[in-house]
């Protein structure tokens, strides 16, 4: 394939489904997409791959596969035709009885059956490109390479992006992202910041720093998933002490208010699994949902300095001795 990746047109089901078989996945359109060993083309779609996120009437948005996760022994629930047995069947929301299969044979209640499957979850938060508003579906029907209106994964032609879109092949290449360039991140804790005639520390290129996080991990939060640009602020690992603590591995992208929690210690991050912690002081607040969440790197081999955070766990957790 030119260029070594292929396009894929990803259905986002959620409750704007008009085709069954299952009883739905856990997408978020604009981070990741989930299926499994059922679906169609599931192991044809790769890391690399560039995807088109759309729901039944609108495209939701653009990006590149960054990594994809495999879980295995997920129980998965499976729905057919108690007639023909096939899966590609959708609802009819105005008429009954409220299923038809592609065979034409129509029911109120498909056969259910327990099943195990391996699941997959595509990560491209990192380079997702939100669609223009009302992007209709129609746009799409030249590209489609061999169009089955029951599968959820479909290949499409990469003339879409040169024909439609030509300036978001540059936008949607992870590739041009050289995270590899910078050295590994070592916190030394020396204070290199100029004070000049003030007792307050002088801080520079932190506008360049958020911006450099950004372009790594995607404009969000790397907790919640935030994606308000004005809400996200970029959060030092390893106190500010000078220009060397402006390092990529040093950084996260975090919600106004959870950089304010993370940098008095009240949140903490475990840096071998990088799940969250909450300090005894908010657990059963408004905050607990976070507890137990990972950091959401959007990336298989890109993480921040285990050092860093390494640093930081240990000083969350001196609180409690």
């Not at 290949?155 to 030509?166: C, G, V, W």
């Not at 935030?226 to 402006?246: L, Q, T």
């Not at 993370?262 to 607040?285: M, R």
Request: net charge positive.
């Amino acid at each position: 394939m030119m260029n070594g990746y292929k396009v894929w047109i990803l259905k986002a089901k959620g409750d704007q489904a008009a085709f069954g078989g299952n009883l739905g996945y856990a997408d978020q359109p604009t981070s990741h997409y989930v299926y499994d060993t059922n679906v169609r083309n599931y192991d044809k779609l790769a890391e690399g791959d560039r995807v088109i996120i759309a729901d039944k009437e609108h495209i939701i948005g653009y990006a590149t596969v960054s990594y994809i996760e495999m879980r295995t022994n997920v129980p998965k629930v499976r729905l057919r035709c108690p007639e023909c047995n096939t899966q590609e069947h959708y609802i009819r929301k105005k008429i009954q009885p409220k299923y038809q299969c592609r065979n034409k044979h129509t029911f109120d209640i498909p056969v259910s059956e327990s099943i195990v499957v391996t699941e997959y979850i595509a990560h491209y938060a990192t380079t997702f490109v939100r669609a223009s508003i009302q992007t209709s579906v129609k746009v799409l029907d030249p590209y489609y390479l061999k169009r089955n209106y029951y599968y959820s994964i479909q290949q499409a032609s990469p003339d879409f992006f040169k024909i439609e879109y030509p300036d978001l092949e540059k936008r949607l290449g992870a590739d041009q992202i050289n995270f590899q360039a910078y050295e590994a991140y070592i916190p030394s804790h020396t204070d290199e910041r100029d004070y000049k005639t003030t007792s307050k520390a002088i801080r520079i290129g932190q506008s360049k720093f958020k911006s450099l996080l950004i372009e790594i991990y995607g404009l969000r939060c790397m907790i919640t998933g935030c994606e308000v640009h004005a809400a996200i602020e970029a959060s030092h690992i390893c106190p500010y002490r000078g220009k060397k603590d402006h390092h990529p591995y040093n950084g996260l992208l975090l919600r106004t208010d959870l950089h304010q929690l993370f940098d008095a210690n009240l949140i903490g991050i475990e840096p071998n699994a990088l799940t969250i912690e909450l300090h005894p002081s908010i657990v059963g607040s408004y905050y607990q949902e976070l507890s137990g969440r990972k950091l959401q790197t959007g990336w298989k081999d890109r993480s921040p300095s285990f050092a860093a955070l390494e640093y930081r766990w240990g000083q969350f957790k001196a609180q409690f001795k």
